[in-house]
C-alpha cells in the first residue's frame, strides 16, 4: 500500500497520495512504511499548499518516531518552514 501512494506521490496525485499514506498508518501503525508514510503526508501537505497540516504531521513523526531517519528529515522540514 505504501509502495502505492509513492507512485501516485510521483505521479504528483497528491490528494489520492494522501489518502493512502493515511490509511497505511491507519492500518499499520507499527509497520515498518509507518514513519515514512507520515513522513510523505507531510510532503502531500506541502504539494498542496497547506503548511498547517504539514507541520502538524511533521510533528506527529518527531512525537511517534523520534530517533528515526525519518525524524531528522522531519525536523530539517520542520526547521524549513519556520
Known amino acids: ?3 502505492l ?3 501516485l506521490y510521483d505521479m ?3 490528494r ?3 489518502k493512502i499514506f493515511r490509511r497505511v498508518v491507519e492500518e ?3 509497520g515498518n512504511k509507518a ?3 507520515l513522513l510523505k503526508m507531510a510532503y502531500s501537505y506541502l504539494q498542496l499548499q497547506d503548511k498547517a497540516n504539514a ?3 511533521l510533528a506527529q513523526v518527531l512525537e ?3 530517533q528515526s531517519r525519518v525524524a531528522q528529515l522531519a525536523s530539517k522540514t520542520l526547521a524549513e518552514l519556520q
Open 28 to 30: 499499520y501503525p507499527t
Open 64 to 66: 511517534i518516531f523520534p
Open 35 to 37: 514513519a515514512d508514510a
Open 55 to 57: 507541520r502538524t504531521v
Open 12 to 14: 504528483k496525485q497528491y
Open 1 to 3: 500500500m505504501y509502495w
Open 16 to 18: 489520492r497520495a494522501l
Open 5 to 7: 501512494g509513492e507512485s
